[in-house]
């Protein structure tokens, strides 16, 4: 895959050897029925390439963006990152207009060396506001638990995080190899489907709100996206690769550009 084949933010990822490309090509096709517009990603950001290991013995790395918006969803956007065994890294937000009371949608699937680090929530940009949660949380909690049960837990977050994530944060640590694969297969990828799913229908569901709650919600979704850009567990990892002028710009201007 070579830049000259992805012209913008809506042309296919496809990576070689890329372990989450099941996962993005499915949330592609789920956000079809919206008829979603590609959104603004500079080229430099669309795919990067560079590597990583020994001099000797160096690996290549691929970075692919791929992003979209929809009337209801302001950005929709997915971080691909495959650098063999060192990294592959899928991060998948929805970043909902602020004109409806909705959630953030994020998936963070990662594999490093020591394993498997999996994440899946419908994130609140006002996590004390009933009118904003209750709603989400009573259709999303039957779904957290059932597959919760399922999957070894990740260990507690720290406190400062905790306003950025919902009691049905699906967060799990599993290892490399056969037993991680089943379970992905087996859990992961259904309890992706069934988030995803859910999220978009209270897409659906969801009817425009007046100026004050839009700002309101505004207001949330900035603190969450400053917090996201600023604790971003992928900027070691991409500054190696690239560089930490190409990492901050990423992360600032593609990734939580709010």
């Given at each position: 895959m070579t830049a000259s084949t992805r012209s913008d933010s809506l042309a296919p990822v496809r990576i070689d050897g890329w372990r989450w490309q099941p996962f993005l090509d499915q949330a592609i096709a789920a956000l079809e029925p919206l008829t979603p517009e590609a959104?603004?990603?500079?080229?430099?950001?669309?795919?990067?390439?560079?590597t990583t290991g020994s001099k000797a013995k160096p690996v290549p790395v691929t970075t692919a963006t791929w992003a979209c918006s929809t009337q209801k969803l302001r950005q929709v956007r997915a971080a691909c990152v495959e650098a063999g065994a060192s990294a592959s890294v899928l991060n998948f937000v929805i970043n909902p207009s602020c004109r409806y009371d909705?959630?953030?949608?994020?998936?963070?699937l990662v594999t490093l060396p020591n394993g498997h680090l999996l994440a899946l929530d419908l994130q609140p940009a006002l996590k004390e506001d009933d009118a904003h949660t209750q709603a989400v949380w009573h259709r999303l909690m039957p779904i957290f638990d059932r597959w919760k049960a399922e999957l070894p837990d990740g260990g507690p977050i720290p406190d400062e995080a905790k306003p950025y994530f919902s009691p049905a944060f699906l967060w799990t640590r599993i290892p490399l190899g056969d037993e991680g694969d089943a379970l992905i297969?087996?859990?992961?990828?259904?309890?992706?489907?069934?988030?995803?799913?859910?999220?978009?229908s209270l897409v659906d569901e969801a009817q425009p709100v007046d100026d004050a709650r839009a700002d309101l919600l505004l207001g949330g979704q900035k603190r969450y996206t400053a917090y996201r850009a600023e604790k971003d567990p992928a900027r070691g990892m991409l500054s190696r690769f690239y560089g930490s002028e190409w990492t901050e710009a990423y992360i600032h201007d593609v990734l939580f550009d709010l």
């Open positions: 959104y603004p990603v500079p080229t430099d950001f669309l795919e990067k390439h560079g909705l959630p953030f949608f994020g998936a963070d297969q087996a859990v992961i990828r259904p309890a992706f489907e069934e988030y995803l799913n859910l999220y978009l």
